[in-house]
Antibody
């Protein structure tokens, strides 16, 4: 069974860049059957999809982030990462990494089948 | 942008059936997944592709999707089912869209 674990700083100063890494075990990120995704949840709020990456490096991001998001993948270490520059208080949230089970024939069939436990990121000076 | 509004809260008595709805423009033309999130924990996939259950998910959880509404049905609701529930669909412009979430209270 695949296991995902987020790592990174719990506290970031305003205007700084958030860098988070998701380490995958029990499965390989180097697979065409999946995308690798980030989802965040502000305190007391709902889930917000941030973006995803494929094993080839193909990415898709939520337009609401206005180009601020960068997701990368490291197949040699079985990890993928999130970079979010220019952090503000509004970016304070629990950040989850998750695996997307993808249907190569029908994009609309994709779903998030495994999630990390999440990591709380607080933006404060 | 594509939106999936859900009722903020639903209450149900133990043993009864809970229906949690998710609405969206022509949602029946898409595939809907449902996630359960218990307090302080990560979401868990309950239903995918409208009505399919991952292994390990109890049969009391089922899903349907038609027209502009998708519904998660919990039959014989148990106190352990108390949680937040989110629907999710893929949209052509934003990729993954989550519903606003419904808090299920079992009382």
């Amino acid at each position: 069974q695949v296991h995902l674990r987020e790592s990174g700083p719990g506290l970031v100063k305003p205007s700084e860049t958030l860098s988070l890494t998701c380490t995958v075990s029990g499965g390989s990120v180097n697979s065409g059957a999946y995308y690798w995704s980030w989802v965040r949840q502000a305190p007391g709020k709902g889930l917000l999809w941030v973006g995803y990456i494929s094993y080839t490096g193909y990415t898709s991001y939520n337009p609401s982030f206005r180009g601020r998001v960068i997701i990368s993948i490291d197949t040699s270490n079985n990890q993928f990462s999130l970079r979010l520059p220019s952090m503000t208080v509004a970016d304070s949230a629990v950040y989850y990494c998750a695996r997307i089970s993808r249907d190569s024939a029908n994009y609309y069939k994709n779903y998030l089948d495994s999630w990390g436990q999440g990591t709380l990121v607080t933006v404060s000076s | 942008s594509y939106e999936l509004p859900q009722a903020p809260s639903v209450s149900v008595s133990p043993g009864q059936t809970a229906n949690i709805a998710c609405s969206g423009d022509k949602l029946g033309d898409k595939y809907v997944s449902w996630y359960q999130q218990k307090a302080g924990l990560a979401p868990v996939l309950l239903i995918f592709q409208n009505n399919r259950r991952p292994s390990g998910i109890p049969e009391r959880f089922s899903g349907s999707n038609s027209g502009n509404t998708a519904t998660l049905t919990i039959s014989g609701t148990q106190p352990m089912d108390e949680a937040d529930y989110y629907c999710q669909a893929c949209d052509s412009s934003v990729s993954f869209v989550f519903g606003t979430g419904t808090k299920l209270t079992v009382l």
